[in-house]
């Protein structure tokens, strides 16, 4: 069973910045061995791709709304993947989730958090 645990959304006005958190665990869960990622959905519309960074967070991919805007990192030692968000706008605002397994390409994997909210407001 894997647990993903996201935190830190919230209410932020246009131009801010929040940071969210995803903790990963689970008995036999190798977190090392996983891409991880962030999406957000809003209601409506599909999931959609924010960020993934590859297991050893070398390398990134972002969507080309966030790029410039949004870093995904993670820490192997604490189980735990961060989404920093600045510059932040109203159309950031939706439910964000955390992945765990997606490709690098964008394709997500099996694994969900319950997600976190973030608003912005204008």
């Known amino acids: 069973q894997v647990q993903l645990v996201e935190s830190g959304g919230g209410l932020v006005q246009a131009g801010g910045s929040l940071r969210l958190s995803c903790a990963a665990s689970g008995r036999a869960f190798r977190y090392t061995f996983y891409n991880m990622g962030w999406f957000r959905q809003t209601p409506g519309k599909e999931r959609e791709l924010v960020a993934i960074v590859d297991t050893s967070g070398a390398t990134q991919t972002y969507a080309d709304s966030v790029k410039g805007r949004f870093t995904i990192s993670r820490d192997n030692a604490k189980n735990m993947v961060y989404l920093q968000m600045n510059s932040l706008n109203p159309e950031d605002t939706a439910v964000y989730y955390c992945?765990?397994?997606?490709?690098?390409?964008?394709?997500?994997?099996?694994?969900w958090g319950q997600g976190t909210q973030v608003t912005v407001s204008s």
């Open positions: 992945n765990a397994g997606p490709t690098i390409s964008g394709r997500s994997g099996p694994y």
